[in-house]
DNA sequence: TTGTATTTTTAGACAAGTCTAAAAAAATAA
DNA sequence: TTATTTTTTTAGACTTGTCTAAAAATACAA
């Protein structure tokens, strides 16, 4: 089917084109960690594959048949990262890079298999909707904690940074999924942000607000 | 660490061992499906790794460092084999070729976590034992069928034969790990063995006898 | 609009792993 | 022991994915 690398270069393209609607050389080559002269030969072969639409020095966009692959790879990934999670017990911080070698198993019946033996998860440990076999996935509706409106009420449903050093950081302040949170006040010096959770006030820094993401 | 290609050459290496004391470059070809040129130029590459034993003409063997990694190798195979069936509930004649690809993942702590979630097995499906992460493992004194005097009782407890059309040959005939036979008779004219099983006979070939195992 | 900086592509090379064809060594037979 | 067959190694080539250095195209500024 396809290479590891053409996985991990669609898988790419697709996350940076949720930005932009183009994707640029330099920003796949920055995302991958290679060079720009790499992703131009790659991004030929894919587009033989007919995996990308790509006309040089325009950049490129998957077509649907790409979508359709980096959703399922996407699918793998969290699937496996809700395994990692919820049946051997690892913690939030500590999957992602284990997922990124687990994803690139590919066949399907596992998979189905997998999903089903979790009892079809929805969302993976950061909060990220898992597409089902055709690539669908509800879109969510969440909001950066510093774009909303002081007094607003909301549930913990995601995060914008995946590190572990910020997910390490918000598991020590309890700042996990499905907590139940309200915005109580926003610093004017510095834009830091007050919550209040389980009756009790947590500040946060403008930076952090801006990568926890809230249901309303 | 060491290459998927060179992963498997390892364990193909460990495989033939068993068998035989060196191993010839042509029986790796055969093993892996692949050219002896092949097999010289990879061999070289794990004699400067120290991970076998080689000199020109002379076949190879695995150092104990060679070893070491093949039977981690077997390990991942064997629990993956082993989750399959356990808990994704494939049929034992399904998963070989899933923990073949699965078998290259190889972060430890993964690897210990999924043993402690299945209870530390100590066999797979198939009744082979899987080695604890030092690569130690009971050697099982298991017999094939057709090497055991007429009227001995035993447990069926492996197989030599691991193909797919063998394993589903037994299964549907239900001779499957546990069950307890009888060897009732051997009949001269072909060596086609009649067991009984839970009051029922039941006749197998020699071929069959010979690639199954029992415990006494 | 013309010149400079940036981005992207091309050209050529390299490492890993494989192959075919030919040479060398070892095993077997006469 | 000599000749023939088989096994193993060498030589040279190819593919995938990567890199550096240089050329070409595009974007931006004066
Ligand atoms: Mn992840
Ligand atoms: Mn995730
Ligand atoms: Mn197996
Ligand atoms: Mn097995």
Redesign the pocket.
Same mark, same amino acid.
């Given at each position: 089917m396809n /290479?590891?690398?053409?996985e991990n270069y669609l898988k790419a393209i697709y996350k940076l084109s949720l930005a932009a609607g183009n994707v640029? /050389?330099?920003q796949i080559a920055a995302e991958l960690a /290679? !060079?720009?002269?790499?992703? /131009?030969?790659?991004?030929r !072969?894919l587009a033989e594959k007919a995996l990308v639409n790509y006309t040089?020095?325009?950049?490129v966009s998957l077509t649907k048949a790409g979508e359709k692959v980096a959703l399922n790879i996407i699918r793998r990934h969290r699937l496996w990262e809700y395994f990692l999670v919820e049946k051997l017990h690892f913690k939030w911080d500590e999957v992602h890079d284990m997922a990124e070698e687990m994803e690139h198993i590919s066949l399907t019946e596992l998979i189905d298999r997998l999903d089903a033996f979790m009892g079809h998860p929805t969302r993976d440990p950061h909060g990220d909707p898992i597409p089902d076999c055709d690539g669908n996935f509800k879109v969510s509706e969440l909001k950066p904690v510093s774009s909303v409106e002081v007094n607003t009420a909301g549930v913990i449903s995601g995060v914008r940074d995946h590190s572990a050093s910020f997910l390490q950081y918000l598991e020590r302040q309890q700042l996990t999924i499905g907590k139940h949170i309200i915005i109580k006040e926003v610093i004017s010096y510095d834009n830091a942000v007050i919550l209040e959770m389980e009756n009790t006030q947590i500040q946060i820094s403008r930076d952090v607000a801006n990568n926890l993401l809230i249901a309303l």
């Open positions: /290479t590891l690398a053409e640029s /050389t330099n /290679t !060079k720009a002269s790499s992703v /131009t030969d790659m991004v !072969k040089r020095y325009q950049g």
